[in-house]
């Protein structure tokens, strides 16, 4: 570890739980005692797991409980391409599909458009936005989609979905709200990410600019739009309102239609509009690995209540 490293774990000890699952260090332990220790060092707080109550103790309560062999396809960014069509949601779009590969060296960049973007599917975060090919760093892309494909989410913080998941890369095609040339074009997107509790929508948040944690912007919103009166203590939120897209009465009915029919205890449906129409981007059981910091806390567990757990 470089010098670098050191200082920062030092300065974090928090993170070194983390430090050792993703180099496999953890793998031995169970899901209920590696998730029981994860949420000691990320909250401070001892984690129930006989009677959770908040938010974020019921979807460790997941993790380890509920293991429904469907959610395998659903975080699986190339297989649930399959299940949404199969969904026949009026009004829902998927990204166009430009190609899929298992390795880095198979894609044939010739064939790409000038705009794209590579995501691993078997994870959170091996993406890769080319906005201009002729300046795509290739090296530094195979480098951080390699380092994605030869590890196990699954293991970094025991999400059981992602245990099963044939690691692969998929390109889609790049979107944008703006055209080239135009104010805004190249911010990236609006995610809108609705929030559904066994099967039914009460909440949303909307981001921007989540490529830099350092400017993104979160806030969360009842169905009406309006702010609702907490947030996450590790981002901005939004100072003022933003718009709301004229769609959104109909993303809250796409969002219960899913998870209606996914049926799970939570789910949250990630959607986008673009030039007006509204896109299907994946789907979420574990925001934050379920350790989401709500303030104030008094609201994880009003959320968590809005969870109801099989016996």
Known sequence: ????????????????????????LLNWMSDKAFVKMAYKNNTGKKLNLK???????????????????????LVDKYEVREFVENLNVKDLH???LLGVWEKFDDIDFDKLPERFVLK??????????????SAFDKEKAKKKINKSLSRNFYYQGREWPYKNVKPR??????????????EGYGQGLTDY???TFNGEPKMLYISRGLENHATAK???FDLNGEFMPFKRSDYEGFSEKPDMPKELSRMTEIARECSKKIEAPFLRVDLYVIKGRIYFSEFTFFPCG?????????WDNKIGSWIKLED
Request: proline share 8%.
């Open 290 to 298: 379920g350790m989401m910091p709500i303030d104030p806390p008094e």
């Open 193 to 195: 990410k609705f929030f």
């Open 1 to 24: 570890m470089s010098k670098e490293g050191l200082k920062f774990y030092l300065k974090n000890p928090k993170r070194i739980y983390g430090f050792f699952a993703s180099r496999g």
């Open 218 to 220: 979160i806030s969360f």
């Open 120 to 133: 691993c599917t078997h994870d959170s975060g091996g993406l890769c936005i080319c906005r201009d090919k």
């Open 169 to 182: 890369i998929i390109a889609e095609a790049y979107m944008d709200d703006f055209e080239e040339g135009e």
């Open 51 to 73: 009677n959770p109550q908040t938010f974020n103790e019921k979807l460790q309560w997941m993790k380890v409980y509920d293991h429904n062999p469907l959610y395998t396809q």
């Open 94 to 96: 998927l990204i166009p």
